[in-house]
């Protein structure tokens, strides 16, 4: 049974429709992640998923029963589901009554609240601060404080909006670490709305992609079939006549492969050739910019918006792309 | 010379431990008080459910309120009169002249700065400390206490504001309490009395003895602020 069933949602705000959906299911224990451009309807569709926004049209089924939009209905299904903003805030109180929030109005006794408390603040690496006034939390420590919080009450489903998209290098890694354990775990439906492409690809192997406010379709980027050779003792994979790919550790026949959108350097070229051809899209994500190069089939490649202006680059302009090794994955014999 | 003579009056009369000046500010205090918290009961609440309600003419309601904060002391001074006196509706209450009737006078003084500075304080209130605690399973109940808890600063301060107006405000006293030496005697009209006696230092030196109280209640917000604040 799906945990979340939406039929022809559809939400309108001052005659635009930011969000239509003739139908999406979301499976039990996995774990999506939600991408799309900025305004694709990602965070309204957040608002839907955790109860705090009524669909102005269309019906949603959580476990399989119809959703009632009224409030003595919704706070039994919002216990269910816990949502981590991109900017959560600290209730003025420490750390361990922030996490503690969710229980205490759950009526969970002190001793075993403070029991879970630990172990959310464990989890996310944040043990020591437990007794620190949460306000006064850098913005890495409180995404991660704000994930204990949230994981603290055991929800069915997590949803994130954007945890990693204003936090530094360290306190990233140990949030995709907690969201790994938990897809792992299985016990959680993840729902992680990022920009980040590559960070959506390691962690969640399903993939909602919304575009206007519209599901779309879409298999994850940069997945290719293609056939594994050797040139010069380095394992190359022929996707089309201009595109090749280094691979390392792939036998050679028919393989599929997958390259990381953030592990490609752009380069100028002065003409077509291998890896080169004109620079067909740029868009800005969030903080990062998406871009893609016709290599005779489209090559999706992501780099910080301070990279993108560094290299000066637009639209049209030829371009070589250097592909690693080390950020492409081999599947082989499909 | 005046405002250290001045001063000199105000320690004289703190620390001689005047019994006549030690009932004038008991006086004061004891008014001020009961009708700072009688108006935290009424205005806070009210305060609080404007804020956080979405109604129609809700805007006509705070600005009612804010209007109100203008309301001249002779004005309520007159209108509880006419409740009070032998005459008026109330008048069987016998309080007139009394620290019943300067109380009352007072609440309705400041209940609308309790309330219009309530309503400001949860308006500022970031929405996602809502949304937190609706997200983490808070009944309604429970994201009102989030909100009051987020504004609680805010509105002790419209406590403080209050309670300031009320010690230092002489048109309900006078009006309604009548002056009465030993009975409804207040700072404020202890000092109006010294004025017009021409004993300029004394009342100046009670002016002192009452920014000294306000002082010590703004010390004590402080620190209740430092203490919740860690």
């Known amino acids: 049974m799906s945990l979340f069933e939406l039929r022809d949602v559809r939400m309108v705000f001052d005659g635009r429709v930011v969000l239509d959906l003739p139908r999406l299911e979301i499976g039990q224990g996995l774990a999506y992640s939600l991408q799309g451009p900025n305004g694709a309807g990602k965070s309204t569709l957040l608002g839907i998923l955790s109860f705090l926004n009524a669909p102005h049209q269309g019906d949603v089924f959580f476990l399989g029963e119809p959703v009632v939009w009224k409030e003595s209905f919704l706070r039994p299904l919002r216990r269910q589901v816990a949502l981590v903003e991109q900017h959560p805030v600290m209730f003025s109180r420490s750390v361990r009554e922030n996490v503690g929030y969710g229980l205490a109005i759950r009526g969970v006794p002190r001793a075993e609240r403070d029991k879970k408390v630990d172990e959310a603040l464990e989890l996310v690496g944040l043990a020591h601060l437990a007794e620190v006034y949460a306000p006064r939390l850098s913005g890495g420590e409180t995404q991660r404080v704000a994930i204990a919080r949230a994981l603290a009450n055991s929800p069915k489903v997590l949803l994130l909006d954007e945890p990693t998209a204003s936090v530094d290098t360290q306190n990233r890694v140990v949030i995709e670490q907690v969201v790994a354990e938990l897809r792992d775990r299985g016990e959680t439906t993840i729902v992680l709305c990022t920009h980040n492409r590559s960070q959506a690809w390691a962690l969640c192997p399903h993939v909602i992609f919304l575009e206007d406010g519209k599901l779309v379709h879409r298999s994850r980027a940069n997945s290719y079939a293609g056939i594994m050779g050797v040139t010069d003792g380095q394992g190359v994979c022929r996707i089309a006549e201009n595109f090749r790919v280094p691979v390392n550790g792939c036998e050679p026949g028919r393989v599929r492969i997958s390259i990381d959108p953030e592990g490609v350097r752009l380069l100028w070229a002065d003409a077509p050739g291998v890896n080169s051809g004109p620079l067909a899209k740029i868009r800005l994500e969030g903080d990062t910019v998406a871009l893609s190069v016709n290599l005779g089939r489209p090559l999706d490649v992501q780099m910080s918006l301070a990279d993108f202006r560094a290299t000066g680059l637009a639209v049209g302009d030829m371009v070589r792309a250097e592909i690693s090794p080390e950020a492409v994955d081999c599947h082989p014999g499909n | ?230």
């Open chain 2, 1 to 230: 010379m005046f405002f250290l003579d001045s001063l000199g009056a105000a320690f004289q009369l703190l620390f001689g431990f005047d019994r006549e000046l030690l009932h004038i500010v008991g006086v004061s205090l004891n008014v001020s008080l009961w009708s700072t918290l009688a108006a935290c009961v009424i205005g806070v609440p009210a305060g609080f459910l404007i804020g956080i309600a979405s109604f129609r003419g809700k805007q006509a309601v705070i600005t009612f309120f804010n209007t109100m904060l203008a309301l001249p002391t002779v004005v309520i001074g007159l209108l509880v009169y006419s409740l009070l006196s032998r005459r008026g509706v109330l008048g069987h209450l016998g309080w007139l002249y009394s620290q019943k009737a300067m109380i009352v006078g007072q609440i309705i003084l400041i209940t609308p700065i309790i309330v219009a500075f309530t309503i400001a304080a949860v308006g500022r209130i970031d929405d996602r400390y809502r949304r937190t605690a609706l997200t983490l399973g808070a009944s309604s109940w429970q994201v009102a206490l989030v909100v009051l808890r987020e504004a609680r600063f805010s509105i002790m301060a419209a406590i403080v504001a209050a309670f300031g107006r009320v010690i230092s405000e002489i048109g309900i006293s006078m009006m309604l309490g009548g002056n009465a030496r030993g009975f409804t005697r207040t700072m404020t009209t202890a000092m109006a009395l010294e004025y017009d006696k021409g004993e300029f230092v004394l009342a100046l030196g009670l002016g002192i003895v009452l920014l000294a109280i306000s002082l010590v209640v703004n010390v004590l917000l402080g620190y209740v602020q430092g203490r919740t604040q860690r």
